[in-house]
Structure formats: structure tokens, C-alpha cells
Nanobody, 121 residues
Framework: QVQLVESGGGLVQPGGSLRLSCAAS????????MGWYRQAPGNERELVAG???????EYSDSVKGRFTISRDNGKNTVYLQMNSLKPEDTAVYHC???????????????WGQGTQVTVSS
């Protein structure tokens, strides 16, 4: 089994910054793509940013230029640096990972429990 544990959410004023972290643990052989999604009340879950095992990244148009996704493969951890935060960034942020596990070496998708980000004055 694999667990994803997020941290770093909280309350921040508009224009402020937060850094989210998501650490994966368990029977991990390799992690392929990792990503951050968010879901605001009444909205569907949406992709915020994704990163491949080789470091290629993608971002939603709403966060381009403000958010940066990165990963540390040695620590099985993905990060999301969020700058110039806006009230519309308020949501629960979930990390996602495509994990190849021991002993079957088949990829499976895992989600973290989510961390609340609130942007308000």
C-alpha cells in the first residue's frame, strides 16, 4: 500500500505565498507522474499542475506564472510553490501520484487526503 501525506496549507492574505508538500511512502518501486489538484465548494476537482518523472511540467491557465511545481525523486515528494495568491485560489488541494509498486510492478493511482488553502483578508 502507498500513502500520500500533504502539508503546508493554511490561511494567507491575498498576494501572499504558501508552499505545499506531499510525501509518498510505502511499497514504492517508482513514481511516474505527480500532480496537484484542487476542489472548491460547488466545483469539480481540477488539475492545478503536473510533473513527470523527468521533470516536465504543465499548469492550468489560472495559475501559470504564479505557481511552481517541483519534485524530489529521492524523497518521493512533490511540492507546489504558490505565489501571488488570490481569493479564487481558495480550495482543498490534493496531491496525486502514479505509483509503480512492489511486488507486482503495476502502476496505480493514489490521492492524498487534501489540505485546505484559504486566501482571504
Amino acid at each position: 500500500q502507498v500513502q500520500l501525506v500533504e502539508s503546508g496549507g493554511g490561511l494567507v492574505q491575498p498576494g501572499g505565498s504558501l508552499r505545499l508538500s506531499c510525501a509518498a511512502s510505502g511499497s514504492i518501486f517508482r513514481i511516474n507522474a505527480m500532480g496537484w489538484y484542487r476542489q472548491a465548494p460547488g466545483n469539480e476537482r481540477e488539475l492545478v499542475a503536473g510533473i513527470t518523472s523527468s521533470g516536465s511540467t504543465e499548469y492550468s491557465d489560472s495559475v501559470k506564472g504564479r505557481f511552481t511545481i517541483s519534485r524530489d525523486n529521492g524523497k518521493n515528494t512533490v511540492y507546489l510553490q504558490m505565489n501571488s495568491l488570490k481569493p479564487e485560489d481558495t480550495a482543498v488541494y490534493h496531491c496525486n501520484a502514479q505509483v509503480v509498486q512492489y511486488p507486482l510492478f503495476r502502476p496505480s493511482e493514489y490521492w492524498g487526503q487534501g489540505t485546505q488553502v484559504t486566501v482571504s483578508s
